[in-house]
T-cell receptor, first 113, second 113 residues
Framework: SQQGEEDPQALSIQEGENATMNCSYKTSINNLQWYRQNSGRGLVHLILIRSNEREKHSGRLRVTLDTSKKSSSLLITASRAADTASYFCATDSPYPPGGKLIFGQGTELSVKP | DTEVTQTPKHLVMGMTNKKSLKCEQHMGHRAMYWYKQKAKKPPELMFVYSYEKLSINESVPSRFSPECPNSSLLNLHLHALQPEDSALYLC????????????FGEGSWLTVV
């Protein structure tokens, strides 16, 4: 079963605009990871945020985590056409050993030039 | 170097064939994963290896047989597959488990005819 739900399912914006994607999850987590996937390709790791962190930045990316609401958001600022991809959040489940990384349904982002 | 290498990139096989997917990483990671991804869906966990031992099998049919010959290699042996097994198969690795960043390969596109 999938742990995360993402919102919106699809997002279309113009180049230069900001894009915000949201992720909600159900159980307690140790960390949450965001990935990008270009069509037909593998997943590229963007950011890992731990449960004791509230915000992380990486270049044009900003991730927030609210453990009380069991939600996270990914903000891409000044978007580019090359940001067009699917974005997934993934959470670890409290399942030893090794553990599971469970993905949300993903958001399809389209950035129009 | 954060590279997970998967071969082959594309594979077409008949339902009576035996084939293998291969995955390699040289990051010293001790956890390795196989995921299956259908079009427009999130990746779904199949197997987890921790310190070269199978730690999680997500009730995957026996026509999929994983193998971890050493700490750098992960194979997925395929036999008597069905057309519905056609998908993108993703290999991933992490330092110790899901509390660390998980790195994915580009995937192997499998078509079963």
């Amino acid at each position: 079963s999938q742990q995360g739900e993402e919102d919106p399912q699809a997002l279309s914006i113009q180049e230069g605009e900001n894009a915000t994607m949201n992720c909600s999850y159900k159980t307690s987590i140790n960390n949450l990871q965001w990935y990008r996937q270009n069509s037909g390709r593998g997943l590229v790791h963007l950011i890992l945020i731990r449960s004791n962190e509230r915000e992380k930045h990486s270049g044009r990316l900003r991730v927030t985590l609210d453990t009380s609401k069991k939600s996270s958001s990914l903000l891409i600022t000044a978007s580019r056409a090359a940001d067009t991809a699917s974005y997934f959040c993934a959470t670890d489940s409290p399942y030893p050993p090794g553990g599971k990384l469970i993905f949300g349904q993903g958001t399809e982002l389209s950035v129009k030039p | 170097d954060t590279e997970v290498t998967q071969t082959p990139k594309h594979l077409v096989m008949g339902m009576t064939n035996k084939k293998s997917l291969k995955c390699e990483q040289h990051m010293g990671h001790r956890a390795m994963y196989w995921y299956k991804q259908k079009a427009k869906k999130p990746p779904e966990l199949m197997f987890v290896y921790s310190y070269e031992k199978l730690s999680i099998n997500e009730s995957v049919p026996s026509r999929f047989s994983p193998e971890c010959p050493n700490s750098s290699l992960l194979n997925l042996h395929l036999h008597a597959l069905q057309p519905e097994d056609s998908a993108l198969y993703l290999c991933a690795s992490s330092r110790l488990g899901v509390r660390d960043t998980i790195y994915f390969g580009e995937g192997s596109w499998l078509t079963v005819v």
